[in-house]
């Protein structure tokens, strides 16, 4: 019996992370991007650690935050934690941050994807 979850064709798939790189869909990309169901794209404000993002960084979300449900941050290959200040103000503007290593972003992003639910995951390669 198939237990893996029905995913529409159009939809983006992180299929790995492995070295700073991420596949999706069949796209390598060795930066910082936004994944969203319905597309990936370069995160525009790239950082060398998530100790360096400003509200600023998240400019292209907080445009989308009307179509988001939750963030994933992948904060690269360990886990670091992101400064409070500016996750209430991500709150604040409606999007609920989970950081999280990117690994386990890019997991976390595709069992909420594939339930249907409005993620995207925000990966930094660092």
Same mark, same amino acid.
Request: glycine residues 8%; proline residues 3%.
């Given at each position: 019996?198939?237990?893996?979850?029905?995913?529409?064709?159009?939809?983006?798939?992180?299929?790995?992370?492995?070295?700073?790189?991420?596949?999706?869909?069949? +796209?390598?990309? %060795?930066? #910082?991007?936004?994944?969203?169901?319905?597309?990936?794209?370069?995160?525009? @404000?790239?950082? !060398?650690?998530?100790?360096?993002?400003?509200?600023?960084?998240?400019?292209?979300?907080?445009?989308?935050?009307?179509?988001?449900?939750?963030?994933?941050?992948?904060?690269?290959?360990?886990? +670091?934690?992101? %400064?409070? #200040?500016?996750?209430?103000?991500?709150?604040?503007?409606?999007?609920?941050? @989970?950081?999280? !290593?990117?690994?386990?972003?890019?997991?976390?992003?595709?069992?909420?994807?594939?339930?249907?639910?409005?993620?995207?995951?925000?990966?930094?390669?660092?």
């Amino acid at each position: 019996m198939d237990v893996t979850p029905l995913i529409r064709s159009d939809q983006q798939v992180i299929q790995s992370y492995a070295g700073g790189q991420f596949r999706v869909s069949g +796209a390598v990309y %060795d930066h #910082a991007i936004l994944v969203t169901p319905q597309g990936t794209m370069t995160w525009e @404000d790239p950082v !060398d650690a998530i100790a360096d993002l400003t509200l600023e960084s998240f400019s292209q979300i907080i445009e989308m935050a009307d179509e988001i449900d939750v963030v994933l941050l992948g904060c690269g290959a360990k886990m +670091a934690f992101m %400064d409070m #200040a500016l996750k209430k103000a991500l709150s604040e503007k409606g999007l609920p941050v @989970d950081v999280m !290593d990117s690994g386990a972003a890019c997991r976390t992003y595709n069992v909420i994807m594939a339930e249907g639910r409005r993620v995207v995951a925000a990966l930094l390669t660092v």
